[in-house]
């Protein structure tokens, strides 16, 4: 069964450093990789996908995540973390196919505080 | 470009009412699915719907049920409210879901309480 952990409920983080947020997935071939982000009270944001190709992929808002098909590892990060990168950020993997199939399933999430 | 807009923003019910909730998509897209998102958790796929027919069903109960119009606005409703229903209920759009590759886009949701 397809299936994504995050394993980092809460991270903290000072403004201007680095930040990596985990994600690992569980599913029988390469699948559709996206990065969401959710801050309170709003909907998801998409911030970028994975579908082929390049393993580096770029985002919105100064994101990348790399997949690492050996580590089923999609981890997203950003160089310099800013006071309004503070949100909730979820990974999510899509099926293949389409059809019935084309829905994403999400981690739980990992909230993201800045400190000042 | 306006995005995907749900409707209402906030509802409260009782336990036993029932509930509707309504969603149009991106111009351009004949594609929505409806996702349950538990205070903490991620969302969990209930419906999907491309040209007004059923694509794919998640794992939830018969008190919800959803449709799709010819002009690929949605209506997500419950029966007989449970406590549990309490949530925040997302509505997201995608062009078609043929081949799975297409991001859904996400609106700002409806937060149903239950009382």
């Known amino acids: 069964a397809q299936s994504v952990t995050q394993p980092d409920i809460h991270i903290t983080v000072s403004e201007g450093a680095s930040l990596e947020l985990r994600c690992n997935y569980s599913?029988?071939?390469?699948?559709?990789l996206f990065w969401y982000v959710q801050s309170p009270g709003q909907g998801l944001q998409l911030l970028l996908k994975?579908?082929?190709?390049?393993?580096l992929v770029q985002g919105i808002k100064g994101f990348e995540a790399e997949f690492k098909r050996s580590q089923s590892s999609f981890n997203l990060r950003k160089p310099s973390v800013h006071w309004s990168d503070a949100a909730e950020y979820f990974c999510?993997?899509?099926?293949?196919?389409?059809?019935?199939?084309?829905?994403?399933?999400f981690g739980k999430g990992t909230k993201l505080s800045v400190k000042p | 470009d306006a995005g995907v807009t749900q409707s209402p923003t906030h509802l409260i019910k009782t336990r036993g009412q029932q509930v509707t909730l309504r969603c149009s998509p991106i111009?351009?897209?004949?594609?929505v699915s409806w996702y349950q998102q538990v205070l903490g958790q991620g969302p969990q796929f209930i419906f999907q719907?491309?040209?007004?027919?059923?694509?794919g069903r998640g794992n939830f109960p018969d008190r919800f049920s959803a449709r799709q119009f010819p002009n690929y606005s949605s209506e997500l409703n419950v029966n007989a409210l449970l406590l549990g229903d309490s949530a925040l209920y997302l509505c997201?759009?995608?062009?078609?879901?043929?081949?799975?590759?297409?991001?859904?886009?996400f609106g700002d949701g409806t937060r149903l309480s239950i009382l």
């Open positions: 719907y491309y040209e007004k027919e059923e694509r």
């Open positions: 994975y579908f082929s190709g390049d393993t």
């Open positions: 599913y029988g071939a390469t699948p559709y």
């Open positions: 999510a993997v899509g099926a293949r196919g389409g059809g019935s199939q084309g829905n994403l399933i």
């Open positions: 997201a759009s995608s062009i078609d879901p043929g081949t799975g590759n297409q991001p859904q886009h």
């Open positions: 111009s351009g897209h004949k594609s």
